[in-house]
């Protein structure tokens, strides 16, 4: 999945830099495993790849995540976070939760039907 995100991502691109999915450890949060970490045309790019339409399968943990997430994007000075899934449109209750949590820290994109 990632690999199909990056490359969507690298088709309209100038300049493209990307890196393996990775496990985040901070002091004093959890470890954090993020698919996606690109330089796309000079921005940094953080993301997540998934099979399924859902970032986490109950609003509880999709908070929880959606948290974490928005504090490795302004650690980061990210500048864009993508939502990407091979279904044909995301959960409803997750983009709310996405744009609720994460898009007054970075641009959301939102990648569907990817194959």
């Avoid at 995301?90 to 996405?98: A, I, N, Q, S």
């Amino acid at each position: 999945m990632p690999v199909l995100a990056l490359a969507t991502l690298a088709q309209s691109a100038h300049s493209f830099q990307d890196m393996p999915e990775a496990v985040v450890r901070r002091e004093g949060y959890p470890d954090l495993e993020v698919d996606l970490w690109a330089i796309i045309d000079g921005r940094i790019v953080i993301g997540e790849a998934k099979i399924s339409d859902r970032l986490e399968p109950i609003k509880r943990k999709e908070v929880q995540r959606c948290a974490a997430l928005r504090g490795l994007i302004e650690d980061l000075s990210a500048d864009r976070f993508v939502m990407a899934t091979t279904g044909p449109a995301w959960y409803g209750r997750t983009e709310t939760v996405v744009n609720e949590k994460i898009a007054p820290a970075a641009e959301v994109t939102w990648l569907t039907n990817l194959r």
